[in-house]
């Protein structure tokens, strides 16, 4: 059946009804201190009802919490270190990183992952952070937040070693349809970006095609890698509906569909409904 028939998708008015999560965005960086009410309120009006704002490292984790204390049940964080982002990656680091897990409002470990694409961190030291985080997550029996760049073989050992007993997101994802198979044989979700709008990223966009529709996530990952049509400026929560537009032609379901099930699938992965 053809439901992606653009006559018959909701225009533009009608698709702000829908609902939407963006589950990953960096709302505390500095790109957004002159605006960040007004980016609220531009996602809040396309239909974005909540968000998750990362944490990439102590500081970043902080202010994520103190967003998320400021906008209960529209904002929630997650605290974590980048692998690119590992200054605060010291013992008291670590105690600090625990500390902030306690957080009610911090719904997920990370981000944390693999990055081999930059070489600002030492391969071996992002491996072991890596394991530390995947351990943490177990102890605190939340889901996992992951990056992974030019990195899935040693990322996905980690992970088969490690186990995710809460479940996490392959977030980001850059992959082609291997290593997607691979990220849904290991139990986790996958969360697209606006690269998917991009018609060079010809692999990534096959794999979106074939990700079952219970795993599947909305991200914006901004300040970063804003989508078509808003390519090269800042990227924001409310074009994760942009994303989502794409997403929903490459797997040949309505907007309505996708966004029903992208939003109970944030919702069911980061239990969402508990807080
Ligand atoms: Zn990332
Ligand atoms: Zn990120």
Redesign the pocket.
């Known amino acids: 059946m053809i439901s992606n028939n653009q006559t018959q998708q909701p225009n533009q008015s009608s698709s702000t009804q829908l609902k939407w999560i963006d589950s ?1 965005a ?1 709302l505390d960086f500095d790109r957004f201190d002159h605006d960040r009410k007004e980016v609220i309120q531009r996602a809040q009006a396309r239909g974005v009802e909540k968000i998750i704002s ?1 944490g ?1 490292h102590i500081a970043s984790s902080q202010r994520a919490i103190a967003l998320a204390e400021e906008h209960p049940d529209f904002i929630f964080a997650s605290a974590g270190f ?1 692998p690119l982002y590992m200054d605060d990656e010291h013992e008291e680091g670590w105690q600090q990183l625990s500390q902030l897990l306690r957080h009610p409002q911090v719904v997920a470990v990370g ?1 944390t992952g693999l990055d081999y694409y930059y070489d600002k961190t030492e391969p071996e030291q992002q491996r072991q952070s890596f394991r530390k985080h995947l351990q943490l997550a177990k102890e605190f029996a939340k889901p996992i937040i992951i ?1 992974i760049r030019d990195a899935f073989d040693d990322a996905y050992r980690i992970i088969e070693e490690e186990g995710v007993p809460a479940g996490g997101v392959v ?2 994802f850059t992959g082609g349809i291997p290593e997607c198979q691979k990220a849904l044989e290991l139990g986790l979700y996958i969360s697209i970006s606006g690269i998917a709008t991009f018609k060079s990223a010809k692999a990534l966009r096959a794999a979106v095609a074939i990700i079952p529709k219970d795993r599947l996530l909305l991200e914006t ?1 901004s300040p970063f890698l804003a989508p078509t049509p808003h390519r090269g400026s800042r990227n924001e929560p409310s074009f994760v509906v942009d994303t989502a537009q794409c997403v929903a032609e490459l797997q040949n379901i309505s907007l309505s569909e996708l966004a029903k099930t992208s939003y109970d699938n944030t919702l069911r992965l980061f239990k969402l409904n508990n807080h």
């Open positions: 990953h960096h990362i990439t980048h981000e990056h977030h980001c990952d």
